[in-house]
């Protein structure tokens, strides 16, 4: 059974855009503010459709640097069994905006809460599927089983 707490090696930082006339911009990271150790190795975006979830699933080796724009409900369980904050679980209401880093171990899911689609970007730490896609995914999943103790509303 998890249970509701800070989990050790999460980062959540909110974001403050800089608006003008044309719009908005943000900085994601920064060389100068990452923590040591955390390099991004490649960058997606996607769209997640309003009501719809991804995940939940963790990685082995991987970390994830997400950006959340848009309403999105974002679970995290912490399954790692030799930190203090193992079977922690953490649910943050409303990621918008907001920079998480989830290192691996982390059982993740986000779902959009809002009324609109929803974007996210991340910057993860390893290449998918490896140097030119030959390599085994870092990822465990855990959407697809009924007995899974990683649940979202």
Same mark, same amino acid.
């Given at each position: 059974?998890?249970?509701?707490?800070?989990?050790?090696?999460?980062?959540? !930082?909110?974001?403050?855009?800089?608006? +003008?006339? =044309?719009?908005? #911009?943000?900085?994601?990271?920064? %060389?100068?503010? *990452?923590?040591?150790?955390?390099?991004?190795?490649?960058?997606?975006?996607?769209?997640?459709?309003?009501?719809?979830?991804?995940?939940?699933?963790?990685?082995?080796?991987?970390?994830?640097?997400?950006?959340?724009?848009? !309403?999105?409900?974002?679970?995290?369980? +912490?399954? =790692?069994?030799? #930190?203090?904050?193992?079977?922690? %679980?953490?649910? *943050?209401?409303?990621?918008?905006?907001?920079?998480?880093?989830?290192?691996?171990?982390?059982?993740?899911?986000?779902?959009?809460?809002?009324?609109?689609?929803?974007?996210?970007?991340?910057?993860?730490?390893?290449?998918?599927?490896?140097?030119?896609?030959?390599?085994?995914?870092?990822?465990?999943?855990?959407?697809?089983?009924?007995?899974?103790?990683?649940?979202?509303?």
């Amino acid at each position: 059974m998890f249970k509701v707490g800070e989990i050790e090696g999460v980062i959540i !930082k909110k974001v403050k855009p800089f608006s +003008d006339s =044309r719009g908005w #911009l943000a900085e994601l990271f920064r %060389k100068d503010e *990452i923590i040591s150790g955390i390099e991004p190795a490649m960058c997606y975006i996607s769209i997640t459709y309003q009501g719809m979830a991804r995940g939940p699933h963790e990685h082995i080796e991987q970390t994830d640097y997400f950006f959340f724009h848009g !309403k999105f409900k974002l679970y995290l369980w +912490d399954n =790692r069994d030799t #930190l203090p904050t193992y079977k922690n %679980k953490k649910v *943050i209401e409303n990621a918008d905006s907001h920079v998480v880093i989830i290192p691996p171990g982390i059982v993740h899911a986000y779902k959009n809460t809002g009324d609109r689609d929803g974007m996210v970007i991340n910057f993860p730490d390893r290449l998918y599927a490896g140097w030119g896609r030959k390599e085994k995914v870092d990822e465990v999943r855990y959407e697809d089983s009924p007995e899974s103790e990683f649940r979202i509303e």
